[in-house]
């Protein structure tokens, strides 16, 4: 080792001054871009002319229109600027274009809807009170549903308490253990989350509230919304281990770590974000179920603090009340309900991704 | 002892040396560097790739050559942070220049990649066929083609009998071997093959090296190998790469024979002759 890289004369271009500058001369210029910006104003101006002159009125008659020569001018362009299959490419980009907006149209326009309708109850008042001592024409400034956001964050909580253990174990029994059963126990898991949620409720109100005499509470409640996010989170977890390459097991194991413990430190750590996928999803499966609720808690206009006794409400079954109610002021509180359920799960939905992805 | 080692690679590169015969320059690298993000990993690359040879690029992990070889046929602009300078001339004309169709300058320039990796849902027939269909390219004789890529990759007589079995069957020297039979068959001016022996056993890698030596009679061949035994044997060129802890350098590029028996510079004997990397 007489001879280290260090000790070698120092490279021109040291200095900075011969670098050029980086560029993408992948990235189409301005100038290749303005046949694409003429084709896009092309359309649109078409389809605007044909639809003012023929009988394609309307919202519909546009869009098609506008999908139409959207097509044609794109895949022109590409055939003159290259070949034939260029056009082919631009067909394809268009169609996937028009069928991302058109999934994108919906979501917008709810979550626009419930802005709209949602934000003129909104006050800060709302979330210090409940509906114990408001009528339901009550103005808006009255009232609140602090009793329900109460009541959805217990429902929601115990069963995800009672969810996680359970999915994710289920998961490892699947992927790791691999057992016996695990065929049966796939299959059934698989039943289980093509189960209507009405179904869950019904299954708690015949053993709890029939055979057992019991009463509606919020556990009860939240039971039936575990029914129905056990096999969601079960499933997605299964899924994700199965994509941890079998060598980070066998590299655990060669280290003459048992097998639990290859699971618990190298297994689980590694699928980490996909795993708090699997508990995201099963949350937003049941975060917004109203019908097992309807049969298990019962409903309440005032505070309840006790999951374990006595009704309870929850943000879907206020809801739910309130559209029933028919008053101009408790259909407003219903969308003013819609609106802090949305927010409460985005809040919660990206905590949780904050939480996961985390430098390990 | 590493004074033996080297003679013995310079016999085995002198020995290849004399029996090829170059030609023109089939593809040309100008003052290449490199960015991710801000990062600098290849500062002011120029070699001279020839028709009918093959080049090896060696050195060190990390100095850019995987990098490089990635820049030749367009590959690197699939990574979002990354940038570039400078121009790569195929026929002449920079493959980089603007309004060209770039699906055509990777058909032109052909890739085996380290890892095999045949397309796991086709036969080895379709796997060979595939380039066609993909830059949707139609001939007559077909068959004609298939027999013809893989005799020329070296795989012909061991999968006469199973072309429309999975790609997947296959070991893993003759998956690499299909991958080579899978770029001649839209026919490449350059094949960039970026350590394509790797993840292989010494037979495989000798029959991927025939192989190589077969081809370069008709193609310009690029080969990135830590494999310097390898370079050694199957390559007319070598180009020599090093990082200093900056972006990836050309210390030096030249017969691979003069590279083995008689470097210019100092690093690059250290390197060829084991003392570091």
């Known amino acids: 080792m007489s001879t280290l890289i260090g000790d070698m004369p120092q490279q021109p271009?040291?200095?900075?001054?011969?670098?050029?500058?980086?560029?993408?001369?992948?990235?189409?210029?301005?100038?290749?871009?303005?046949?694409?910006?003429?084709?896009?104003?092309?359309?649109?101006?078409?389809?605007?002319?044909?639809?003012?002159?023929?009988?394609?009125?309307?919202?519909?008659?546009?869009?098609?229109?506008?999908?139409?020569?959207?097509?044609?001018?794109?895949?022109?362009?590409?055939?003159?600027?290259?070949?034939?299959?260029?056009?082919?490419?631009?067909?394809?980009?268009?169609?996937?274009?028009?069928?991302?907006?058109?999934?994108?149209?919906?979501?917008?326009?709810?979550?626009?809807?419930?802005?709209?309708?949602?934000?003129?109850?909104?006050?800060?008042?709302?979330?210090?009170?409940?509906?114990?001592?408001?009528?339901?024409?009550?103005?808006?400034?009255?009232?609140?549903?602090?009793?329900?956001?109460?009541?959805?964050?217990?429902?929601?909580?115990?069963?995800?308490?009672?969810?996680?253990?359970?999915?994710?174990?289920?998961?490892?029994?699947?992927?790791?253990?691999?057992?016996?059963?695990?065929?049966?126990?796939?299959?059934?898991?698989?039943?289980?989350?093509?189960?209507?949620?009405?179904?869950?409720?019904?299954?708690?109100?015949?053993?709890?509230?029939?055979?057992?005499?019991?009463?509606?509470?919020?556990?009860?409640?939240?039971?039936?919304?575990?029914?129905?996010?056990?096999?969601?989170?079960?499933?997605?977890?299964?899924?994700?281990?199965?994509?941890?390459?079998?060598?980070?097991?066998?590299?655990?194991?060669?280290?003459?770590?048992?097998?639990?413990?290859?699971?618990?430190?190298?297994?689980?750590?590694?699928?980490?974000?996909?795993?708090?996928?699997?508990?995201?999803?099963?949350?937003?499966?049941?975060?917004?179920e109203t019908a097992p609720l309807l049969l298990t808690i019962g409903g309440n206009d005032a505070m309840n603090w006790n999951p374990f006794s006595g009704n309870n409400s929850a943000l879907p079954f206020y809801i739910w009340k309130n559209f029933g109610l028919g008053t101009e002021t408790a259909i407003a509180r219903a969308w003013t309900g819609i609106f802090v359920l949305m927010v409460v799960v985005m809040i919660f939905f990206t905590l949780t991704r904050i939480l996961g992805n985390k430098k390990r | 002892m590493s004074q033996i080692k080297v003679n013995s690679l310079a016999s085995v590169a002198s020995a290849r040396s004399s029996e090829t015969s170059s030609q023109g320059v089939g593809l040309e690298a100008r003052s290449i560097h490199a960015w991710f993000g801000q990062k600098h990993v290849l500062s002011d690359i120029s070699l001279d790739f020839y028709s009918g040879t093959v080049t090896a690029l060696i050195g060190p992990s990390g100095c850019g050559k995987s990098t490089f070889i990635r820049i030749l046929n367009r590959m690197h602009e699939f990574i979002p942070t990354a940038a570039m300078a400078g121009e790569v001339l195929l026929d002449g004309k920079d493959i980089y220049r603007s309004g060209v169709d770039v699906t055509k300058i990777r058909l032109g320039i052909g890739m085996v990649f380290q890892k095999p990796n045949p397309f796991p849902s086709m036969t080895i027939k379709e796997n060979v066929l595939s380039g066609l269909k993909l830059a949707q390219i139609k001939i007559n004789n077909s068959d004609e083609l298939l027999e013809d890529c893989l005799v020329r990759a070296g795989l012909w007589s061991e999968v006469k009998d199973r072309l429309d079995q999975y790609g997947g069957t296959l070991s893993g020297g003759q998956q690499q071997r299909l991958c080579i039979a899978r770029s001649l068959a839209v026919k490449p001016q350059v094949l960039l093959m970026d350590e394509p022996c790797s993840a292989l056993d010494p037979g495989s890698t000798l029959r991927i090296e025939e192989t190589i030596r077969e081809l370069s009679e008709t193609m310009t061949i690029v080969i990135v190998t830590h494999n310097m035994q390898q370079a050694a044997r199957v390559s007319d060129y070598t180009g020599f790469f090093l990082s200093d802890g900056g972006p990836g350098q050309l210390i030096e590029s030249a017969p691979t024979s003069q590279i083995f028996s008689n470097p210019k510079d100092k690093r690059t004997e250290d390197y060829v002759t084991g003392r570091f990397g």
């Open chain 1, 13 to 288: 271009m040291a200095d900075g001054s011969t670098i050029p500058k980086p560029i993408k001369p992948w990235k189409p210029t301005p100038k290749q871009l303005l046949p694409d910006l003429l084709g896009a104003i092309t359309a649109v101006v078409a389809s605007l002319i044909v639809v003012a002159i023929t009988p394609l009125a309307g919202g519909l008659g546009l869009i098609a229109t506008f999908f139409s020569v959207s097509i044609v001018v794109a895949s022109t362009i590409s055939w003159i600027r290259q070949d034939r299959k260029a056009a082919a490419n631009s067909v394809s980009t268009i169609v996937i274009y028009f069928l991302a907006a058109f999934v994108l149209l919906p979501v917008v326009s709810i979550i626009f809807e419930i802005i709209r309708k949602g934000a003129p109850g909104l006050s800060l008042g709302i979330f210090f009170s409940d509906m114990s001592v408001t009528s339901s024409d009550a103005p808006l400034n009255e009232g609140g549903l602090l009793h329900a956001l109460v009541g959805s964050l217990y429902v929601v909580a115990l069963a995800t308490v009672v969810s996680i253990p359970i999915g994710l174990l289920t998961a490892l029994y699947l992927t790791e253990v691999n057992g016996k059963a695990a065929g049966v126990v796939r299959f059934f898991v698989q039943a289980m989350s093509g189960v209507p949620s009405i179904v869950a409720g019904l299954f708690i109100y015949a053993v709890w509230m029939i055979s057992f005499g019991g009463t509606y509470t919020t556990a009860a409640g939240s039971m039936a919304l575990a029914i129905l996010m056990i096999p969601t989170v079960a499933r997605t977890a299964e899924e994700v281990l199965k994509l941890i390459p079998t060598d980070l097991r066998e590299a655990g194991l060669a280290l003459g770590a048992t097998q639990w413990k290859t699971v618990a430190l190298v297994v689980i750590p590694a699928a980490r974000s996909g795993l708090i996928t699997a508990v995201i999803l099963g949350v937003a499966r049941v975060a917004g």
